[in-house]
């Protein structure tokens, strides 16, 4: 029998965290979102989306009392919150992506789902069937330079110097195709999706260089830290502490990194 897990969102943590101070516009629905996919919470994401869309941003009519959003802005928070579940497989897998991609498809409406051969928002079909793979990679070398800025060089000797020369290629891959995609999330916007699903895993080398990374693609010290700081809150409502605090348990083995 599967056990009831008491929600780890609530409306009035959702509203907490869309205030946490210097959080960027537009954002906090993306990274509630993101690390509920990486702590395995997939049906949680449903109430972020509910939540995202009736708060007031667009043209939007009532029903009941209840803020109903037009189809244009539903589908513009849809696809932000989709294509940051999609960039999240790239550092929490596939299987986590599935899930959560899949809880979130129950509760947008079905004429606002992205099919096969509809146009496509992130241009990421164009890209396996037209666009020349060295033209691809290129662009994902690119946009890890941009992220890593001076040591770039050294992180990426190092992926090839690993023991197999395929890290470094499964990391071009992924950046490739994955994560330099722009279209419907931009360069900072993607740093702080990897922020926050680094964030409940308890990686700080990643983290480290993905805070900087956010830094280097415009971010200020203070939206950076805002984004990290609601993660923590999400992974703390989920049950997450510092192990240091006592005994043994579900959490980070020391602070989560910082700038």
């Known amino acids: 029998m599967t056990a009831v897990q008491t929600a780890i969102v609530t409306p009035k943590l959702l509203d907490s965290l869309r205030a946490q101070p210097d959080l960027p516009d537009d954002v906090w629905y993306l990274v509630i979102a993101t ?4 702590l395995n919470r997939p049906e949680e994401i449903r109430t972020v989306y509910t939540h995202a869309v009736g708060a007031g941003h667009g043209n939007a009519g009532q029903q ?16 932000r919150m989709r294509e940051a579940l999609l960039k999240t497989s790239a550092i929490a897998g596939l299987p986590k992506t599935i899930n959560a991609l899949q809880e979130l498809k129950k509760v947008v409406p079905t004429h606002l789902s ?12 164009q890209d396996v069937h037209d666009t020349p793979t060295a033209q691809v990679l290129g662009r994902g070398q690119s946009f890890f330079d941009a992220c890593y800025g001076k040591v770039a060089g050294r992180v990426m000797t190092a992926l090839d110097h690993s023991g197999t020369e395929d890290l470094g290629l499964a990391v071009r891959l992924t950046y490739g195709y994955i994560l330099s995609t722009t279209a419907v999330l931009d360069e900072v916007e993607t740093s702080y999706v990897m922020i926050a699903g680094l964030v409940p895993q ?3 080398p990643q983290l480290k260089g993905h ?9 200020s010290v ?9 993660a923590i809150h999400v992974c703390k409502a989920a049950g997450m502490r510092v192990l240091s605090e006592g005994g043994g348990g579900w959490g980070w083995r020391t602070e989560v990194q910082d700038l």
């Open 222 to 230: 203070g939206q950076v830290r805002a984004v990290r700081q609601v």
């Open 35 to 38: 690390a509920l996919c990486v």
């Open 202 to 204: 308890d990686v700080n």
């Open 64 to 79: 009941n009392g209840t803020v109903i959003p037009d189809d244009e802005e539903q589908l513009r928070i849809a696809r």
């Open 211 to 219: 805070l900087k990374g956010a830094l280097n693609g415009g971010a």
């Open 114 to 125: 992205d099919e096969p051969n509809s146009p496509s928002p992130t241009n990421r079909r």
